[in-house]
């Protein structure tokens, strides 16, 4: 019993730190709670991974961009400090998520982990379909919410349009619900799994994607890249780092559920079903995949068009009607600012390499997935990194380490240096 209940708490603290505006603290979304009470139990832990040092580290080239941004032009955009704020709370409350996992699970596989990342998704379009279907639940979910007088006007004028979910909506439902197509494949190759596992797997697989396309059509820039880490991992590795007879097991399970959850979109979503697959009925009646707002991509895609503005931009992330990212870090920041938020966002992907391969090209693939959403919008992936970098961290310093040194593959001198050195040391 008490075990289900660090299982339910654990759960719960992962789904609104994935989902922060889902509900609000103190008049703060969970962003805060999380953020604080990871940095409390960073500090009380001893600072244990030096590693938090690189992180910041790379993230000071962004901040120095802004601030050169911000001494060269008229405007003082709030966009730097917010931004700052929320990956400063992410890393801790990452940090929180992943020494409580190993509370509830001391030898926690990475799947398991995944699992629980893939599961707080699933919660979330589940939640969204329940919030269609029933009044009721979608007042109480509102009522929690985070909502500031835009975000509650956009809400308003787009219902009925398409799923509006609990915590997240729009554009980051299918950035999010894209994350979870991508795990799901790298778990199918990787994992050895019954034939039960491979059926509830390809269901998760396929409502997540038709709930994201339902709330959000950049969900399909997530099935294409999972469908390309699919193609690399077959093809790049051998049998035994993937399991390609259970990828193929998956997909006919996949390609049968898929062909119910359309034949259900349209029963049971008849006012936008049309407007989520929007993509797939242009391409089988012209061959290009293209939506009005893919066309509309165009014109918004815009870029500089001076050379102060390329070099340090006009310092105002302010929406003025243009979506895509590329666009509107390089009109705030420049191009050496936007640089250097990609140089972030892949400096985060490097601290979660490891010796697996299949992982190594998953994360790559992530990050692909990443430059091309921000043709979309402003996105990134960074809350996923950071709880891989933890994950990653404690296993290495707390359990893997610990194991070598007991068969006697691991270096005293280095495992004394390790007890006896400095706090951020003492890991083993």
């Not at 001391?106 to 379909?129: D, E, H, M, R």
């Not at 929690?144 to 439902?173: C, H, I, N, S």
């Not at 399991?243 to 559920?257: E, H, N, P, S, T």
């Not at 979309?376 to 070598?404: A, C, E, V, W």
């Amino acid at each position: 019993m008490k075990k289900i209940l660090l299982i339910t708490i654990l759960f719960i603290f992962l789904f609104y730190t994935l989902y922060p505006q889902a509900i609000s603290f103190f008049g703060y979304s969970f962003l805060f709670t999380s953020g604080a009470l990871g940095v409390g139990l960073y500090l009380y832990n001893g600072r244990p991974f030096d590693e938090v040092v690189t992180i910041i580290l790379s993230y000071i080239p962004f901040v120095l961009c802004c601030f050169i941004t911000m001494y060269l032009t008229p405007f003082k955009d709030p966009y730097l400090v917010d931004y700052t704020k929320s990956q400063f709370a992410w890393v801790f409350g990452s940090y929180l998520i992943v020494t409580f996992f190993f509370v509830v699970h001391p030898k926690g596989t990475f799947t398991l982990f995944l699992y629980y990342i893939v599961g707080a998704i699933f919660a979330q379009c589940v939640i969204s379909i329940a919030m269609h279907e029933n009044a009721a639940i979608r007042d109480f979910c509102n009522s929690l919410q985070m909502m500031d007088v835009t975000v509650l006007a956009k809400r308003q004028e787009t219902e009925g349009a398409r799923l509006l979910g609990y915590g997240v909506a729009f554009f980051g439902a299918g950035v999010s619900c894209g994350f979870a197509l991508i795990a799901l494949v790298y778990i199918i190759l990787k994992t050895k799994l019954n034939v039960i596992s491979i059926i509830v797997l390809g269901g998760v697989y396929c409502f997540i994607l038709y709930v994201g396309l339902l709330s959000a059509r950049t969900t399909a820039i997530g099935l294409f890249a999972s469908v390309i880490l699919a193609i690399i991992l077959l093809f790049t590795s051998n049998k035994k780092d993937v399991r390609k007879g259970q990828f193929f097991k998956f997909l006919a399970i996949a390609a049968l559920f898929a062909s119910i959850g359309h034949t259900l979109a349209y029963l049971y979503f008849p006012e936008f079903a049309d407007w989520a697959f929007e993509a797939f009925i242009n391409y089988n009646k012209t061959g290009q995949f293209r939506t009005n707002s893919s066309d509309g991509l165009e014109e918004m895609f815009q870029l500089p068009y001076t050379f102060d503005q390329w070099l340090y931009g006009w310092g105002n992330m302010e929406f003025w009607g243009s979506d895509v990212g590329y666009t509107r870090l390089l009109f705030y920041v420049g191009l050496p600012g936007t640089l250097a938020y990609f140089f972030y966002q892949f400096m985060l992907i490097k601290l979660s390499f490891t010796n697996d391969r299949a992982f190594t090209f998953t994360l790559l693939i992530m990050y692909a997935y990443n430059l091309a959403l921000n043709y979309k919008g402003l996105s990134d992936l960074n809350l996923f990194m950071y709880l891989f970098i933890f994950y990653f961290l404690h296993y290495r310093y707390y359990i893997y380490t610990p194991q070598l040194y007991r068969l006697g593959k691991f270096n005293s001198t280095k495992l004394r240096y390790a007890v006896q050195g400095s706090t951020p040391h003492r890991r083993v």
